[in-house]
C-alpha cells in the first residue's frame, strides 16, 4: 500500500489537475463573450450574437465543471493537508476568503443573468452581466495566483512559534513571483481558448458548415493566437529569469542542470537519471541556456548538487518543461501559418483544418505541463523554505484516501470524456441549424432588415 | 477598535459561519430537493422543475464554499477536526454534487436520446449528496464519534435532511409552477412534511439524552423558556403548513408562495435549536469557538472584507432574484 503523504498528493494533483482545466477555458472565454457581445450591441448585426450564443453554451458547461470540482478543493485543504492551515492559515485564510467574497458570488449570480436573462433583462444588463462574469473568473484566478505565488515566494511575513503572521499585505499580495505567474496564466488561458474557438470553428467549417459565424470566430481566434503566442514566450522568458533568482533549485531541474557549471548547454532532450547524477542521451546545445538565464555565454548555473535534501525531483519537471515548450512553439508556428493563409486566401487549406482541430485541447495539455513544472518544482516544500510537504499531511489512513482517489478518478474520466463529446456535438448541432431562426426572441427593431444577412450567419 | 477583541471575532465568525450554512441549506436545500423529487413522470415536468432553479443552482452552492471556507480560515483547527472525521461522507458529498452540478448540464446540450440519463445522473447526484449532508450532520452531533449507535443514528438523520429539503424544494415548486405539476408538488411537500416532522421529533429527543450539555442547555432556567419559543414556533408552522397545503391551489394562484415562506421558518427555527444546543462548542463536547479560532489579525482582515463585500453580494443576488420572478417558463440558453 502506498503512504498516506503520497497517496494525498496524488489525489490533490489528480484534483487540481482536473479542476484547472476548466477555468482555464473560462479565464479568457468570458472575455471572448463580453468582446462578442458588445460588437453585436454596437452593429446590431445578428452574426455576432450566433458566435455568443454558441460559445456561451460552451460557457455554460465548462463553468459548471469547474465549480463542481472546485468545491472539492475547499475540503482538500482540511481533510489532507490540516498542516498547511496549521502553519499559514495565517496568510492564506484571508486570501481564500476575499476570492469566495469577492469572485465566486459574483460569477456565480452574473452567470444566472448572463446564461438565462437575455429576454427577462435589460439589454444592458445582459451585458453588464457577461462582463461581471469575465470580472469575476478573472478576480478569483488573481486571488488564488496571489496565493500560489506566495507559496513559492513567500514575502511579508514572520514566523512566530512555527506559525506565520501577516506583517504587511501589500509585500504579501504583490510577492516577488506574482506578476509573472499572473500574467503567464492569463495568457496561457488566451492561448488555450484560441486554440479551443479555432479547433471547434475549424471542425464546423471542415464539416461543411458555410455559416459566416464560424468563420468569424476562426478568424479571431487565429489572428489573436497570433499576436499572443510569441508574447506568452516573452513574458514565460522573464518568468524563467524571476524562478532563477528566486528557486534556483527549480532551474536547475528544469534545465537538466546536475552539477553547477559555467556556460551550460541548452538540454533539448536527455533521460535524467537520478541515480548518476546525469543526463543520458542528451541532446545539447552548447553554452545557450548560459546565454539565456544570465545573458553571458559562461554565465553560471547553479546545480542540483548545491541543494542537498532540498531540491525537486529531476525527471518530471525536466519532461514537464518541455513538454510545456514544445506545445508553446508548435502553437506559435500553427497560429502564424493559418493566420498567414487566412489573411492571404481567406479561408484554409483541409491539411490546417485537420491540424487545428487535431490542437483543440493543445492548450490544456501546455497548462498542465506548466503547472506541473512549477509545483513539483517547488518540492519538497509546500511552502517554500517555510512548509514541508510530508510535514502537512493528513493523519487519514491510507486506505482512506485510496478508496477516494478511485471514485475521484474514475468520476473525472467519464466527464472528461462527455465534455469533449458534447463540445463536439454541440458543433456537429450548430452545422445542421440552417437558418437564422426568426421566432427567436431578443433580436432588436431591424431585424426584418437583417433578415437576409442574419440568414447566412 | 477596542470592540474587536479576539473573543468578539471569534464569535462574529462563528455568527458568520453559522449563517453561511443556514442559507446553504435553505438555499442549495431546495434546489437539492427539487433534485431528489425530480418527477420522472414527464420530460416537461422535468424540463420546468430544473429550468426553475437554472439561474440559482451556481450561487446556491457557494455558500457551502462559504461555510466551509469560513470554516477553514476562521477556525482551522475545527476545520480539520471536522472534516477529517467527515473524511468519507464529505468525500461522497463532493461526488453528489459533482454528478449534480454536470447533469445540469449536460441534459440541456447532449443528444436527445441521452437525456435522460443525465436526468436521473441528476437525481442520484441531489440525493447522494442531501443524504451525505444529513449523514455528515448525524455524526456531527454524536460527537464525530463512529459506532453502531452514532452510525445507525446519522444515516436516520440522513434521511430526515433528505425530507427535509424534499419539503422545500416542492414549496419552491408550487411558487414556480402551475397546473398539473403545481398540483403533484403540493402532494410531494405535504408527504415530504411529514417525514420531516417526524424526523425533527426523533433528533429532539434524541439529542439530549446522548448530549448532557444540551440537555443542560433546553431544560436550566431562565433561558429554557426562552428557548422553548423556538420548537413552538417550528410546530406551529408546521400546522400552518398543513393547512396551506390542504387548500392549494387557490384561484390567481393566491398563496403560492406561503408553504416557502414557512420551509424557510422551519428550517431557521430547527437550525437556531442546533446550533443553540451546541454553543460554544464548534467541535461537540471537544473544541469551543474560541479555543478554535485562528489569528486575531487575521479575522479583522477578513472581517472589514466582508462587512464591505456581504450587503453588495446581498444586492446583486436580489437583482438575480428579481428578475427571475414568477413562474419558471421554458429556460433557454442565450
Redesign the interface.
Known amino acids: 500500500m502506498l503512504d498516506t503523504l503520497l497517496l494525498s498528493r496524488i489525489q490533490f494533483a489528480a484534483n487540481i489537475s482536473f479542476h484547472i482545466l476548466f477555468p482555464t477555458i473560462t479565464i479568457a472565454l468570458g472575455w471572448l463573450l463580453v468582446y462578442f457581445k458588445i460588437r453585436f450591441d454596437l452593429s446590431q448585426h445578428p452574426v455576432w450574437m450566433r458566435a455568443?450564443?454558441f460559445w456561451?453554451?460552451v460557457f455554460?458547461?465548462t463553468?459548471?465543471?469547474g465549480?463542481?470540482?472546485?468545491?472539492?478543493m475547499?475540503?482538500q485543504?482540511?481533510?489532507n493537508w490540516?498542516g498547511f492551515?496549521?502553519t499559514v492559515?495565517?496568510?492564506?485564510?484571508?486570501l481564500?476568503?476575499?476570492e469566495?467574497?469577492?469572485a465566486?458570488?459574483?460569477e456565480?449570480?452574473?452567470?444566472?443573468?448572463m446564461?438565462?436573462?437575455?429576454?427577462?433583462?435589460p439589454r444592458w444588463?445582459h451585458t453588464l452581466a457577461t462582463l461581471l462574469v469575465a470580472l469575476g473568473t478573472t478576480l478569483s484566478a488573481f486571488w488564488i495566483l496571489v496565493l500560489n505565488s506566495w507559496m513559492q515566494t513567500p514575502a511579508g511575513f514572520e514566523m512566530r512559534d512555527g506559525?506565520a503572521?501577516?506583517t504587511d499585505?501589500l509585500a504579501i499580495i504583490f510577492n516577488p513571483s506574482f506578476p509573472y505567474r499572473f500574467s503567464h496564466m492569463l495568457l496561457a488561458s488566451a492561448l488555450t481558448v484560441c486554440f479551443l474557438v479555432a479547433g471547434i470553428s475549424a471542425y464546423r467549417l471542415y464539416r461543411g458548415d458555410n455559416k459566416k459565424a464560424p468563420r468569424l470566430t476562426l478568424k479571431t481566434a487565429l489572428f489573436t493566437a497570433a499576436v499572443l503566442a510569441p508574447t506568452q514566450a516573452f513574458v514565460g522568458d522573464l518568468h524563467g529569469l524571476n524562478t532563477l533568482e528566486h528557486q534556483p533549485q527549480k532551474i536547475a531541474a528544469m534545465e537538466g542542470i546536475w552539477h553547477t557549471e559555467q556556460g551550460a548547454p541548452l538540454v533539448l532532450f536527455a533521460i535524467p537519471d537520478a541515480e548518476t547524477q546525469t543526463n543520458r542521451f542528451a541532446l545539447e546545445i552548447p553554452k545557450l541556456a548560459s546565454l539565456i538565464l544570465t545573458h553571458d555565454l559562461n554565465g553560471e548555473l547553479k546545480g542540483i548538487n548545491e541543494f542537498p535534501g532540498a531540491h525537486p525531483p529531476v525527471a518530471p519537471v525536466f519532461y514537464s518543461f518541455r513538454v510545456m515548450v514544445g506545445i508553446g512553439v508548435l502553437m506559435l508556428a500553427v497560429a502564424w501559418w493559418c493566420s498567414l493563409r487566412l489573411y492571404r486566401k481567406g479561408e484554409l487549406s483541409p491539411l490546417q483544418y485537420k491540424v487545428l482541430i487535431g490542437m483543440s485541447f493543445s492548450g490544456w495539455l501546455a497548462t498542465l505541463a506548466g503547472w506541473y513544472v512549477t509545483e513539483i518544482g517547488r518540492q519538497p516544500y509546500l511552502v517554500y523554505g517555510v512548509l514541508k510537504t510530508s510535514d502537512a499531511v493528513?493523519?487519514?489512513v491510507s486506505e482512506?484516501v485510496a478508496?477516494?482517489l478511485i471514485?475521484?478518478l474514475a468520476?473525472y474520466v467519464v466527464?472528461l470524456l462527455?465534455y469533449v463529446k458534447?463540445l463536439f456535438?454541440?458543433a456537429k448541432r450548430a452545422i445542421e441549424v440552417e437558418e437564422y431562426d426568426l421566432s427567436l426572441p431578443?433580436l432588436p427593431e431591424q431585424k426584418a432588415k437583417l433578415a437576409n444577412e442574419g440568414a447566412e450567419a | 477598535m477596542s470592540l474587536l477583541t479576539a473573543e468578539n471575532l471569534a464569535l462574529v465568525f462563528a455568527g458568520l459561519t453559522a449563517l453561511a450554512v443556514l442559507l446553504y441549506a435553505i438555499l442549495d436545500g431546495y434546489d437539492l430537493g427539487v433534485g431528489i423529487t425530480l418527477p420522472m413522470q414527464q420530460e416537461a415536468w422535468r424540463d420546468t422543475a430544473i429550468a426553475s432553479i437554472g439561474p440559482f443552482w451556481d450561487a446556491n452552492e457557494t455558500w457551502l464554499v462559504l461555510a466551509v471556507g469560513l470554516l477553514l480560515v476562521a477556525f482551522p483547527a475545527a476545520h480539520s477536526a471536522i472534516l477529517h472525521a467527515l473524511y468519507l461522507p464529505a468525500a461522497l458529498l463532493l461526488i453528489g454534487l459533482i454528478l449534480r452540478g454536470v447533469a445540469f448540464d449536460f441534459r440541456a446540450k447532449v443528444k436527445p436520446e441521452r437525456k435522460i440519463r443525465w436526468d436521473r445522473t441528476f437525481k442520484f447526484g441531489s440525493l447522494l449528496a442531501t443524504f451525505s449532508q444529513g449523514f455528515m450532520l448525524g455524526i456531527y452531533v454524536m460527537g464525530l464519534q463512529y459506532s453502531v449507535g452514532s452510525v445507525v443514528f446519522a444515516s436516520f438523520s440522513g434521511l430526515c435532511v433528505t425530507a427535509a429539503y424534499a419539503m422545500i424544494g416542492n414549496a419552491w415548486l408550487i411558487g414556480k409552477t402551475s397546473g398539473d405539476l403545481q398540483r403533484h408538488a403540493i402532494r410531494q411537500c405535504k408527504l415530504a412534511g411529514v417525514w420531516t416532522l417526524a424526523g425533527i421529533l426523533a433528533v429532539s429527543a434524541i439529542n439530549p439524552l446522548v448530549n448532557a450539555n444540551v440537555y443542560q442547555v433546553w431544560t436550566e432556567p431562565p433561558l429554557a423558556y426562552l428557548f422553548a419559543a423556538i420548537p413552538l414556533l417550528c410546530f406551529a408552522m408546521f400546522a400552518l403548513g398543513y393547512l396551506a397545503l390542504k387548500r392549494l391551489p387557490l384561484p390567481d394562484d393566491r398563496g403560492a408562495w406561503l408553504p416557502f415562506f414557512i420551509c424557510k421558518i422551519i428550517f431557521i427555527c430547527s437550525f437556531v435549536g442546533l446550533a443553540l444546543s451546541f454553543y460554544p462548542f464548534v467541535v461537540p463536547n471537544q473544541m469551543t469557538l474560541y479555543e478554535a479560532a485562528s489569528s486575531k489579525e487575521s479575522l479583522t482582515i477578513i472581517f472589514f472584507g466582508a462587512v464591505v463585500v456581504i450587503p453588495i453580494i446581498a444586492a446583486y443576488t436580489a437583482v438575480a432574484y428579481y428578475a427571475f420572478r414568477g413562474k419558471a417558463d421554458g429556460l433557454k440558453y442565450y
Open positions: 455568443y450564443r456561451v453554451k455554460a458547461l463553468f459548471a465543471l465549480v463542481v470540482s472546485g468545491i472539492t475547499s475540503f485543504f482540511g481533510t490540516p492551515m496549521e492559515g495565517n496568510i492564506a485564510g484571508p481564500l476568503a476575499y469566495i467574497l469577492t465566486f458570488f459574483l456565480a449570480t452574473m452567470l444566472g443573468i446564461l438565462f436573462g437575455f429576454n427577462k433583462v444588463l506559525v503572521h501577516a499585505w493528513t493523519t487519514v482512506q478508496l477516494t471514485m475521484y468520476l466527464l462527455a458534447t456535438w454541440l431578443g
